[in-house]
């Protein structure tokens, strides 16, 4: 259902319009100046703005400049029965989508009303086209193996629906992936989606990160604060490392879970949310839930969908086909042609034990870009990469010992790289 926010300091006017488009079915809510509607724009989205010029504490015109600043998409539509063409040009000038004087012409109100909501529809559209245009590129699950296929499959059978789904994995198998793209294929992608690393955020600001929250509602609280489920409303919250926030935190998200609703820290207002959850852990929740590390209540909330998604190295034939889409990516990013890749230098990349995942394969294709010649071989697998006393891939060859740190490498690298790129532009 629609939603419009009425602006006007009459309360008659406010009444009558709130009638006719509750009639024709919109969801209406009253402003009665423009610092009222400023903060009720704040809190909630709105369709449509219907806005009067001549209003207490803040007017029309001001109000509508600073409504373009805040929710530059939203269309308003200015109204005043007191007001000349000079004033409606203006008016238009400033952003508002039409001028009509009051009192209104209920059909020319309804038809506006309706062009203005054709026209925010085609912006979002537009802007969603792009974001998948932008993302096509990245936003891809490589591989063709059995496990990899199962995965696809079951994101287009679920992203359709509203299923809460858990995806599992360890750190650097491509968990955010599956939820970008159970997102982007879902009825919610021309809303945002709202990535969370639980892990990262200190236990006592989770709850502020989640939910917002008000002005001085604990030190350091300078000014009001919008939570993450307020950004993703209409969209999708994806919640990583879940297993690792505080049982607090949990019964709050259970919840916003169960009510749709949340409420900022300090604040004792409800605010409606509608956000589909996403979560993902690299931790087993049932043992978790065992120890009493996690509700048992929200897993089954958010364990509607479980997937899984396994580590590299039960998925090695994969590897040949992530080689090749990290060589293209890699070096589209350094703004040179793809590199040959030799078959045994593949073939010697699928021997390794990958501890560190997709993420750790991603990082080894880039070292190789920068340190190998015109073709990337056997030999500069061997040379370039060591796996490391625990199995994995950590180091490289006895060359690079005599930095200390990791960005000394890196600059290292780079510089090599550069040099690289400056041979191969004077062969061409």
Not at 310 to 318: F, H, S
Request: glycine letters at 6%.
């Amino acid at each position: 259902m629609a939603r419009i926010l009425v602006v006007d300091d009459e309360v008659s006017i406010r009444k009558t319009l709130r009638e006719i488009l509750e009639f024709e079915k919109y969801e209406v809510e009253e402003a009665g100046d423009g610092l009222e509607c400023l903060v009720k724009l704040k809190k909630n989205k709105y369709d449509v703005v219907i806005m009067d010029i001549k209003m207490p504490k803040m007017d029309g015109m001001e109000a509508l400049e600073r409504v373009q600043l805040l929710v530059p998409d939203t269309p308003v539509i200015m109204i005043s029965g007191h007001a000349n063409i000079d004033t409606a040009v203006e008016a238009v000038k400033k952003g508002a989508f039409d001028f009509i004087s009051k009192p209104p012409d209920l059909n020319r109100m309804l038809i506006t009303i309706r062009n203005a909501m054709d026209k925010s529809s085609l912006i979002t559209e537009t802007k969603t086209l792009k974001r998948r245009v932008a993302k096509s590129k990245t936003q891809q699950i490589i591989g063709s193996s059995e496990e990899i296929e199962n995965i696809k499959g079951t994101i287009e059978r679920v992203a359709p629906t509203e299923a809460r789904v858990l995806v599992t994995g360890s750190n650097g198998t491509g968990k955010e992936l599956v939820a970008r793209w159970m997102h982007e294929k879902s009825p919610r992608s021309a809303h945002p989606i709202v990535e969370v690393n639980c892990a990262a955020i200190p236990s006592e600001l989770i709850e502020s990160e989640l939910f917002g929250h008000e002005k001085g509602s604990f030190t350091g609280a300078y000014k009001q604060k919008i939570g993450k489920f307020e950004q993703a409303n209409g969209g999708t919250i994806f919640l990583d490392e879940i297993g690792d926030m505080s049982l607090k935190a949990q019964a709050k998200v259970l919840r916003a879970l169960q009510e749709s609703r949340i409420s900022r820290v300090g604040g004792d207002k409800e605010i409606r949310v509608d956000v589909r959850v996403i979560a993902a852990t690299n931790k087993d929740l049932r043992a978790e839930i065992k120890q009493g590390k996690f509700r048992e209540d929200l897993y089954h909330r958010l364990a509607v969908i479980i997937i899984h998604v396994p580590p590299l190295n039960e998925r090695r034939g994969d590897i040949p086909l992530l080689v090749e889409h990290f060589n293209k990516l890699v070096c589209g990013e350094y703004g040179v042609a793809p590199k040959k890749i030799e078959a045994a230098a593949v073939t010697a990349l699928q021997a390794i034990n990958w501890t560190g995942n997709i993420r750790e394969l991603r990082n080894v294709v880039e070292r190789l870009i920068i340190l190998s010649g015109e073709m990337i071989k056997e030999e500069d697998v061997k040379n370039f990469v060591v796996p490391s006393s625990a199995g994995g891939v950590s180091k490289l060859k006895p060359v690079f010992e005599k930095f200390d740190t990791e960005e000394e490498v890196l600059n290292y690298v780079k510089e090599e790289f550069k040099r690289y790129k400056s041979k191969l532009e004077k062969v061409h």
